[in-house]
């Protein structure tokens, strides 16, 4: 069965210090990759994805997020953290590449979300 | 920006009480979804219309749920009877249609519905 892991529920950093947001997925066939963040009483942003191309994927907010295909990984990085960064960060992969019939592509699959907190 | 609209924002009713939500998807969006957030089970897909036809709606109860888009810019769904466990904000999001949705959803606000 096709699922998105996010091994941590909660990443806490200090402001300017880098951060990684962890995921791991598992699904037959080529994976499209997806980040979200949810902030208070909000629905999702979208925040970058990978679909087919260079491993580095850059998004919104100097977010970036790097595929790796052997660890079967997708995790999220940013340089340096601000305190306006802490939000609820949601990885997720959607049913495509091997999929590419019209009608059944584009099913999103979310992780359980990593709550992300920035202390000054 | 264009957005996708969701009323109400908050909705507390009685258990048994029927409860419909609604979805104005972006214009030119033909996929619309219903998700459903809870601390205990994060995001569930509840389903999901193409060009206004169900194509998913595995993820849904189906003795008290059903939604349907009666037409292009309208998403319901409804739950008749409500109950407590039914407590939960539910987003709404759509995607532009072929290659579109590679480039993500687009969600709304959310209905935060409390059943008591």
């Known amino acids: 069965a096709q699922s998105v892991a996010q091994p941590e529920d909660q990443v806490n950093v200090a402001e300017g210090n880098p951060l990684t947001v962890k995921c791991t997925y598992s699904v037959s066939g080529n994976p499209y990759l997806f980040w979200y963040v949810q902030y208070p009483n909000r629905g999702l942003q979208f925040l970058l994805k990978?679909?087919?191309?260079?491993?580095l994927v850059k998004g919104s907010y100097g977010f970036e997020a790097e595929f790796n295909k052997s660890q079967t990984s997708f995790h999220l990085k940013k340089p340096s953290a601000l305190v306006s960064d802490s939000a609820l960060y949601f990885c997720a992969v959607s049913l495509l590449g091997a999929l590419m019939i019209y009608n059944q592509g584009g099913k999103l699959i979310f992780g359980q979300g990593t709550e992300l907190s920035v202390k000054p | 920006d264009a957005r996708v609209t969701q009323t109400p924002r908050h909705k507390v009713t009685e258990m048994g009480q029927e409860v419909t939500m609604r979805c104005q998807p972006i214009?030119?969006?033909?996929?619309v979804f219903w998700y459903r957030q809870t601390m205990m089970q994060g995001l569930e897909l509840l389903a999901y219309f193409r060009n206004r036809a169900p194509l998913d709606d595995s993820g849904m109860p189906k003795d008290r749920f059903s939604a349907e888009m009666p037409d292009a810019t309208l998403a319901t769904l409804k739950i008749q009877p409500s109950e407590p466990r039914d407590s939960a904000v539910y987003f709404c999001?759509?995607?532009?249609?072929?290659?579109?949705?590679?480039?993500?959803?687009?969600f709304g606000s959310g209905t935060r519905l409390t059943v008591v």
């Open positions: 990978y679909i087919t191309g260079d491993n």
């Open positions: 999001a759509s995607a532009p249609g072929g290659q579109g949705y590679n480039y993500g959803y687009t």
């Open positions: 214009l030119g969006h033909n996929t």
